[in-house]
C-alpha cells in the first residue's frame, strides 16, 4: 500500500467554523508534512512532523493547528480562518533516515473558506 | 538556503513529440536528490522521475528522462512521444533530508499543454 488518504476531498467552512482536515499512511512512513498550495502556485510547507512530534512550523497562524495522534495518523485542525485560506492541502509522507526519501502526496483536500 | 528555478511558465508539444522542462537549482550541499513530479488537475503529485546527486548516470523512466548536470546546477526533464495524458503542471524539486525527515523545495512550474 503505497497511499496517502485525504479527507474530506472538498471542504467548505464560514470563518467562525471549526474542521479538521485528515491524513492516514499505512507505509510506515515516520514523517508527515502539510503543505499548502494556491492556483497554479507550487506547494508551500506549512508543518512537519517525525516521529510524531512536531519538528518544523513554517511560521505557519495560530488558526491552523497540527496533530499527530499515532505514526499512521495526521490531522489539520482549522478555525476561525480568513478567505485567503482558500488552496489545496496536501499532506504528504515520507520514510526517516536520508536513504529512499521519496515523498508521498495524498490528492489533497480542496477547503473554501466563505 | 536552497532555490529551485523553472524558466518556463508554459510549454506546448505535438503528440508523439519531444519536449524539454528546463529546472535549475542552487546549493551547498553535495549529497541531495533531484525530482520532477507531475500535477494534473486531478490534483495528485505523481512523481515522474528522481535522480541522486551522487549518481554521474541519468535517470531514465520508460519516455521521461532527464539531463543532469552538476557542476552547472541544472536538472532538465525530457518527455518522448509525448501523450494527451502527460498535460500536466509540472514542478521540479529538490530534496534535502537528515535522520528524521526531508524537506522539499519546488520550482514554481511549468505547465505543459500536448496537442493532438
Known amino acids: 500500500d503505497t497511499e496517502v488518504t485525504q479527507t474530506p476531498k472538498h471542504l467548505v467552512m464560514g470563518m467562525t467554523n471549526k474542521k479538521s482536515l485528515k491524513c492516514e499512511q499505512h507505509?510506515?512512513?515516520?514523517?508527515m508534512y502539510w503543505y499548502k498550495q494556491k492556483a497554479k502556485k507550487p506547494p508551500e510547507l506549512m508543518f512537519v512532523y517525525s516521529y510524531e512530534k512536531l519538528s518544523i512550523n513554517e511560521s505557519v497562524p495560530s488558526r491552523f493547528s497540527p496533530e499527530c495522534p499515532n505514526s499512521s495518523l495526521l490531522n489539520l485542525h482549522l478555525h476561525a480562518l480568513q478567505p485567503e485560506d482558500s488552496a489545496l492541502y496536501l499532506c504528504?509522507?515520507?520514510?526517516?533516515?536520508?536513504?529512499?526519501?521519496?515523498?508521498?502526496f495524498g490528492q489533497g483536500t480542496r477547503l473554501t473558506v466563505v | 538556503a536552497q532555490t529551485v528555478t523553472q524558466s518556463q511558465p508554459e510549454m506546448s508539444v505535438q503528440e508523439a513529440e519531444t519536449v524539454t522542462l528546463s529546472c535549475t537549482y542552487d546549493t551547498s550541499e553535495s549529497d541531495y536528490y533531484l525530482f520532477w513530479y507531475k500535477q494534473p488537475p486531478s490534483r495528485q503529485m505523481i512523481l515522474v522521475i528522481r535522480?541522486?546527486?551522487?549518481?554521474?548516470q541519468n535517470a531514465t523512466e520508460n519516455r521521461f528522462s532527464v539531463n543532469f548536470q552538476k557542476a552547472a546546477k541544472s536538472f532538465s526533464l525530457k518527455i518522448s512521444d509525448s501523450q494527451l495524458g502527460d498535460a500536466a503542471m509540472y514542478f521540479c524539486a529538490y530534496l534535502y533530508g537528515n535522520s528524521g525527515y526531508s524537506t522539499l523545495t519546488f520550482g514554481k512550474g511549468t505547465m505543459l499543454l500536448v496537442s493532438p
Open positions: 507505509m510506515g512512513h515516520r514523517a
Open positions: 535522480q541522486e546527486a551522487y549518481k554521474q
Open positions: 504528504a509522507s515520507s520514510s526517516q533516515g536520508y536513504v529512499n526519501t521519496e515523498a508521498f
